[in-house]
């Protein structure tokens, strides 16, 4: 069982899979570091969920201003329930479910630039790189499957490695955040301002978040 989300563009950006209905709780918290999310569709298989369930994430999808879109089953109950909701719901068999599912997200990356200051309550994601050529302000969240790159100084929430990449590294010309994150290693920023304002870049080293002094040969991989 899955949850697609596509953009407003139809592109797919995310997808949240679950063993059963019960579990798509799991994702509430990723839902708040994810932008340009737009529609959401429910792929199924072999459960039945009624128009309560149903109800209730579409109640949550819509608070994130996400459109429940479509559900896709091969239990006519799940459909009916759906339809029952006024969501585009449809019964197809186990194979022309699996044609349902997007890509592996690992094949589709795709590096964001973001060009000026991202305010307090922002949040900005990219499915590969995130280059954001302005600053970070407090209260504003970052993240990105792979690197980070701030060209200006970083005083938000930063998150690399979101898919798992340990690899991932946060660079910034002022590295001062409120919060680093690199899979799920999570380190605090520092209570006093940097002295020496110079490039930085935060790497996992020995499952530790380490801050180093960043430069344009660096081979960081």
Known sequence: ??????????????????KSFELYQDFYDELFTIDNLATASLITENEKINSCELAKLKLILEKHNIKFSNIYSNNRETVLSGKSLKINSTFLNIKDLKKQLPLDPSYIQKDIIHKGT?????????????????DVNPGAIISANNNVYVWGKL????????????NASIASLYLNPLQLRICEIVAIGPKE??????PEVAILEDNKIIIKPYFLNN???
């Open 1 to 18: 069982m899955q949850l697609i989300f596509r953009s407003i563009d139809n592109e797919f950006v995310k997808s949240f899979p679950f």
């Open 118 to 134: 991202v305010r307090s309550g922002d949040r900005i994601s990219s499915n590969g790189d995130l280059f954001i050529m302005g």
């Open 155 to 166: 005083f938000g929430v930063a998150f690399a490695g979101k898919n798992g990449n340990k």
């Open 193 to 198: 301002k940097p002295k020496d304002q110079y």
């Open 219 to 221: 081979n960081l991989k």
